[in-house]
């Protein structure tokens, strides 16, 4: 087999000047967190990127089919997005809300069309874990109850609050953090109690959720929250019918339904502009970050006036939170979707990607499970079909492989043994058969 080739691409990186990979890996041991971690056994320094590419300090390309970590949606520095925000750090680059800009404004009134239903008040913030850690106080003020339910396999950040909605041992420290959160089953129908063959495992799963309120709490919540596809526990979506189902019971106690669609929003499904849309809901509050500004830091939550009117009891600050160059940003990340028709592509790519990898599952023993919508794919690699056992060390050396092929992906799920594919949304068909041509070839090389 010979080696895969990147499909060509017209863009010549600039000369880098910088300090040497080794000279940064020894820069950030000693000066910081020690807590960060890197994928490769020989680190790669990323020094600039294009659309769906980019290289490394020696000029090397690779196709990012992460999306810095499914961030990076409409294309890595792509040129409209780069230009909005030069212009506007040459006008104003700070202004808070206590004086009018038009840009949040405006932006404002552009994400709230997106919405559906009565979702038409924006908060903006900086990242995801802020815009969870709002929600969950908007939902427990609006309600005034204090529980709330989140799924096992969740990753919702890493601050005080949410840490606490997190459901993965990796990402939570040993001090008390989820005072009144309860985690239900997570609806996998790969690894669950009921599988994709069972049309009534969405309403299946759901009754844990009711099991817990009756059990777990007293009755009453504030909110129920979960990513409408998980993404950090593995690219694993719910069964049809699943959060249908679970917003029944929720909204039967009081509570309100958070959607995070810090991963799955803006497109990237490809069906739908939202992750939630795909199960056929209408939350009470959407959390979004990541993919809203193309790698800017920017979050957003939005929700109806009514549950809005209640933060209102008290003033609501924050200094970057709705930022003009960040709003600008976010402005020209909705352009572009729109224009480039981004989620027509990722449901075209992503159902090409799709059909490559269910060919290579039956090629390919290790692979047990394929799965995912539009451009938020992944597949579980485990040593035996029967037992599923997670197949960890043969994860990170597919990555490995692939990494020396000039293809970047990602890791999820507990173990890290789910291959995850979220690329910027502007890939195209011969990227995608290079993908599955690579991958491929590293599993074949195992
Ligand atoms: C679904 C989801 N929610 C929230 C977060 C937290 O976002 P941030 O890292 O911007 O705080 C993440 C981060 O990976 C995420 O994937």
Redesign the pocket.
């Known amino acids: 087999m010979k080696t895969p080739k990147l499909p060509p691409f017209d863009y010549q990186p600039k000369k880098y000047r910088g300090p040497s990979a080794d000279e940064v890996l020894r820069l950030r041991k000693e000066f910081l967190n020690p807590g960060i971690f890197l994928y490769y056994k020989k680190p790669i320094m990323l020094v600039e990127g294009k659309m769906q590419y980019v290289w490394d300090e020696h000029g090397h390309r690779y196709l990012d089919a992460l999306g810095g970590?499914?961030t990076v949606s409409v294309g890595h520095c792509h040129p409209e997005v780069v230009d909005v925000a030069r212009k506007q750090n040459e006008m104003l680059q700070h202004s808070t809300t206590i004086y009018l800009h038009p840009n949040i404004a405006e932006y404002a009134r552009e994400l709230a069309a997106k919405m559906p239903g009565e979702l038409k008040v924006c908060y903006f913030v900086n990242?995801?874990?802020?815009a969870?850690d709002l929600a969950l106080l908007m939902a427990r003020v609006y309600t005034g109850n204090y529980d709330v339910i989140a799924l096992r396999n969740a990753?919702?950040?890493?601050n005080a609050v949410?840490m606490g909605l997190t459901a993965h041992r990796t990402w939570k420290f040993n001090v008390p953090h989820s005072f009144g959160v309860h985690h239900a089953i997570v609806p996998d129908p790969y690894r669950g109690l009921w599988g994709r063959d069972d049309v009534d495992a969405g309403k299946k799963y759901a009754a844990d959720v009711k099991n817990l309120l009756d059990f777990a709490t007293s009755g009453e919540v504030a909110a129920f929250i979960a990513?409408s596809i998980q993404?950090?526990g593995g690219c694993v979506v719910f069964p049809d019918g699943y959060l249908k189902h679970v917003y029944e019971h929720v909204r039967g106690a009081g509570g309100l339904c958070i959607a995070?669609e810090?991963?799955s929003g803006f497109g990237r499904t490809g069906t739908h502009y939202w992750g939630f849309e795909t199960q056929g809901v209408i939350p009470d509050i959407v959390t979004m970050?990541?993919g809203i500004g193309n790698g800017c830091p920017l979050?957003a939550v939005v929700t109806t006036p009514k549950i809005a009117a209640t933060l209102g009891q008290r003033t609501h600050f924050n200094t970057f939170g709705g930022n003009p160059v960040a709003c600008a940003q976010g402005r020209a990340v909705l352009e572009v979707i729109e224009r480039e028709k981004l989620q027509e592509n990722a449901l075209k790519i992503g159902n090409h990607i799709l059909a490559g990898l269910n060919r290579l599952k039956e090629k390919h023993n290790l692979i047990g499970d394929v799965r995912g919508k539009g451009l938020m794919l992944g597949i579980e690699l485990v040593k035996d079909r029967q037992s599923k056992e997670p197949a960890r060390e043969e994860c990170a050396q597919v990555l490995e492989t692939c990494k020396e092929m000039g293809l970047l992906l990602g890791k999820g799920g507990l173990h890290a043994q789910t291959i995850r594919f979220s690329p910027p949304m502007c890939v195209n068909k011969q990227d995608a058969d290079f993908l599955l041509e690579v991958l491929d070839r590293a599993l074949s090389d195992l």
């Open positions: 970590i499914v990242s995801g874990s802020e969870n990753y919702h950040g890493g949410t990513e993404g950090v995070d810090v991963q970050a990541k979050g």
